[in-house]
């Protein structure tokens, strides 16, 4: 089913996809309030997507404040997000409608049978968060675990960070088996860790060439690929700052 613009499909109970091109979102029942893990680049009818599977009120969830996460977020009232990405928020949505609500690592949030535990995971974005199903052992990652490259450069990028943030994700691997990321394939295993934490500790160490985007790109001028092993970041041209 599409409505809005977004592809809606049933991943578990009460747990559905919400898919624009280059995208998704998630979307959990709850007995009177739905959760909305993102909202996507704006440019359809997200609210129309999640009135077709619930009528219930939604609170939105903001794994980090890009663009492609928060777009239609107008659309809704009542938002959840950490404040490392306030700034960021607040320079492309206004709050003056909405009720925001910040989110701190160790944090937890139900959605019906879903028990979250939030992780503050800096790196991609200040404040990037993602959400720990221990008990079912999947974890809703955001941008910071995915097979698409990530975005490593620009304002706000932080590769250290980033890398410890990883690393933090290494200690936890034994809670989860599964990853639900914004982009790319989804699910994916839990093993797309390893190389995302070798292709960022090569990055940080320059060992990786870096390699020029196809012509055409909109961020060729930008960034370059790093890649290593299944994964992929795009970095600084001239490499990580120093």
Do not use: N
Request: glycine share 12%; net charge positive; charged share 20%.
């Amino acid at each position: 089913m599409t409505v809005g613009g977004f592809a809606i499909t049933q991943l578990y109970d009460d747990f559905f996809v919400l898919q624009e091109p280059g995208v998704r979102c998630f979307l959990l029942i709850d007995t009177r309030r739905a959760l909305l893990i993102d909202t996507g680049f704006g440019r359809g009818d997200i609210a129309a997507a999640v009135r077709a599977v619930t009528p219930l009120p939604v609170t939105v969830v903001h794994t980090h404040a890009d663009p492609d996460h928060i777009g239609g977020t107008a659309a809704f009232q009542r938002v959840l997000l950490h404040r490392g990405d306030l700034p960021r928020f607040q320079s492309r949505v206004s709050t003056r409608s909405l009720t925001v609500t910040f989110l701190s690592d160790g944090d937890t949030l139900t959605a019906g049978k879903y028990r979250f535990q939030v992780l503050h995971l800096p790196g991609h974005t200040p404040g990037s968060i993602a959400l720990l199903e221990r008990q079912k052992r999947f974890l809703i990652s955001g941008d910071t675990l995915q097979t698409e490259p990530v975005y490593l450069f620009g304002p706000g990028r932080e590769p250290g960070r980033y890398l410890s943030s990883l690393q933090r994700l290494y200690h936890l691997a034994g809670s989860f088996d599964t990853v639900l990321p914004a982009h790319g394939s989804c699910p994916v295993s839990a093993g797309v860790l390893d190389d995302l934490i070798g292709c960022t500790q090569r990055y940080l160490s320059r060992e990786l060439p870096p390699h020029q985007l196809p012509a055409g790109s909109p961020i060729g001028d930008k960034c370059r690929l790093y890649r290593w092993g299944s994964a992929a970041l795009l970095g600084e041209i001239g490499g990580p700052p120093r």
